[in-house]
């Protein structure tokens, strides 16, 4: 913690932490003219002096600056590079939904090679594909005499199964028994 905050009395950290949501939710970017400090709910009127004396506030000839708030806060540029950001989002959502509801429309599926929105999927993933179920190995619970390990170690590539598919039955059966400890 900063110790010039540390430092400061219960009433000048409290009016300090208020001036600082004020500025950020005001869009001042740290600066406090003397008619704001009427407007900010809980504020001590007698704490700017020991604020400015602390070196947490800085005096102007209109007011204060709060020391270090462009490197502490959110500044007005930022929150409205954020707001834009928004606005960008759903937009290109709303312009997603539309070509979505034009092809659904149409019986078309669409691709990321469609050139609706472009750079929201990559390239020749359809847009229908909602992920794929995990391929490889299979996991069992390896367990001890005393009480149960909790970790999973590999027993069976999926590449090993074999073609028959019977045989292929009997060995997921096999693989299901080993890791529930049950018989199929």
Not at 80 to 105: F, L, T
Request: a neutral charge; one cysteine or more; charged letters at 25%.
């Amino acid at each position: 913690m900063d110790l010039r905050i540390a430092r400061a009395s219960d009433e000048a950290f409290r009016s300090y932490c208020l001036a600082l949501m004020w500025s950020v939710s005001n869009r001042t970017d740290g600066v406090l003219l003397p008619d704001d400090l009427n407007l900010i709910p809980g504020f001590r009127r007698g704490t700017p002096s020991e604020l400015v004396a602390a070196g947490l506030w800085t005096a102007q000839s209109n007011g204060w600056l709060i020391t270090d708030f462009e490197n502490t806060q959110t500044t007005r540029a930022q929150l409205e590079a954020a707001d834009r950001a928004r606005v960008h989002e759903r937009e290109k959502k709303r312009r997603q939904r539309e070509a979505k509801r034009q092809a659904d429309a149409a019986g078309q599926v669409l691709t990321s090679t469609d050139p609706v929105v472009p750079g929201d999927i990559p390239e020749g993933v359809p847009t229908y594909n909602t992920g794929q179920a995990r391929t490889g190995q299979a996991f069992t619970r390896a367990t001890t005499s005393s009480a149960p390990d909790r970790s999973l170690s590999p027993v069976l590539d999926i590449s090993e199964l074999p073609a028959d598919p019977d045989a292929a039955a009997r060995a997921a059966d096999a693989l299901i028994a080993r890791v529930t400890g049950k018989t199929a």
